[in-house]
């Protein structure tokens, strides 16, 4: 199978580089004009941790930025120069998103080159609120694995699929077996989320180099039902289906992207060294295959997961013997933020796994549905399981 191999340094580093400006133009008469003025990006973030967003729209008659680091942005005000601003926060460290609106058009900072874009979603630039220490995901000294891109032919949905795989540290130089996480991305993202905005592999980085999680593979498939994304951008799919009883549709990973990644990579093929994990509609697919799966997979962690109906009888089987689930299950970890407009569904579903008796734990946090409460849940997720 066609193999692309990323050095997960770079990856990095790509995510980190600081916004440049963009050559100057030649002067005129055939004379270099050199470089021109740094371009400015259209953030600030003060030592307090307040951030100022600054547009310079002077023909503008209304300008607003709107994102994930606060729910309601007050408005944008123009100031004599034409500069539009605001200041928000202060905010918790972290990586947010934010979006500019200038007379009801959508633009991301022309300056920021630090920006994502998924397979449904709009556009974003991207910032970073630094704290005392180095987050999880930030980048560190450490040593590195490798982010590697496969692609295979799914025989369950008959199309070409992408999939992203994360090896550890001293991967190539090793003969061992690994054990191994499914991690599934959500409505908004393609197999690429979890690296490129989840920064999963700096994470697992992290967290082996300070000795915290057993290295592991991390295979990141394509979680829709048909041809990623990456492969064939004219041919999306639909957005997010629900199956009778209020599940999301299945994806190929027990058929497909377990045989598959078993038998490219150096991965053990025990119940006890196999996760998955995944969040919002990838939390839901991790319930549906993972409950349903106990065979197969002994850690399951859902991050924030749609929760539809007709649980009661999506699990039946695994109600219907809470003894022998438990006795294989190691570790099932769901999480949600208080303000996630999921949480009362997720409250609803642990009270359910309770009434069945099935071991598990409920962790709530703070905030909503967003990344950086991901990025928290897989740095507290991966160091518990394989253990």
């Known amino acids: ?24 133009a030649a002067g005129r008469g055939g004379r270099g004009g050199g470089r021109g003025a740094p371009a400015q990006l259209a953030y600030e973030v003060h030592p307090d941790r307040t951030v100022t967003f600054k547009l310079r729209a002077p023909q503008a008659t209304n300008v607003s930025v709107s994102g994930d680091f606060v729910q309601m942005v007050p408005p944008m005000v123009k100031g004599e120069d034409g500069t539009w601003s605001v200041t928000v926060g202060p905010l918790r460290p972290a990586i947010y998103y ?17 920006s994502t874009t998924n397979d449904r979603t709009d556009g974003q630039s991207m910032f970073e609120v630094k704290g005392d220490k180095p987050a999880p995901y930030d980048y560190q000294a450490v040593p590195h694995g490798e982010v590697r891109i496969n692609y295979y032919q799914s025989k369950k949905f008959d199309a070409p699929q992408m999939v992203w795989v994360y090896t550890p540290p001293g991967y190539d130089s090793s003969t061992q077996k690994y054990p191994a996480l499914y991690l599934l991305h959500g409505a908004g993202d393609t197999e690429a989320g ?9 994470i697992l980085d992290n967290l082996i180099a300070e000795g915290k999680a057993k290295p592991m593979i991390v295979v990141m498939p394509y979680g829709r039902p048909s041809r990623s994304a990456g492969i064939e ?55 549906e295959i993972g409950l349903t799966h106990l065979d197969l997979f002994h850690y399951i962690g859902a991050f924030s997961p749609v929760i539809g109906g007709g649980a009661e009888d999506l699990f039946k089987s695994t109600f219907a013997d809470p003894a022998a689930a438990n006795k294989k299950l190691k570790l099932f970890h769901i999480y949600i933020g208080k303000e996630d407009t999921l949480f009362q569904s997720n409250v609803t579903f642990d009270a359910l796994l309770t009434t069945h008796q099935i071991k598990h734990s409920f962790i709530q946090t703070e905030e909503w549905h967003v990344w950086r409460n991901w990025r928290d849940y897989l740095a507290d997720f991966a160091p518990q399981i394989f253990r």
């Not at 199978?1 to 100057?24: G, R």
């Not at 979006?99 to 080159?113: C, Q, T």
């Not at 990644?261 to 053990?268: F, L, M, N, V």
């Open 1 to 24: 199978m066609n193999k692309i191999v990323i050095s997960a340094l770079s990856l990095a580093m790509i995510s980190l580089l600081p916004a440049q400006a963009p050559p100057a």
């Open 233 to 287: 951008a004219s041919a999306l799919p639909p957005g997010p289906q629900a199956a009778p009883g209020g599940s999301m549709f299945p994806n190929d990973v027990v058929e497909d992207v377990i045989p598959f990644a078993e038998k490219q990579y150096r991965i053990s093929a025990k119940a006890d060294d196999r996760a998955i994990a995944g969040l919002s509609m990838g939390g839901n697919q991790t319930l």
């Open 98 to 114: 934010y979006v500019f609106n200038v007379d009801g058009v959508r633009a991301l900072d022309p300056a920021n080159p630090l």
């Open 194 to 202: 979890w690296v490129v905005v989840g920064r999963a592999n700096l």
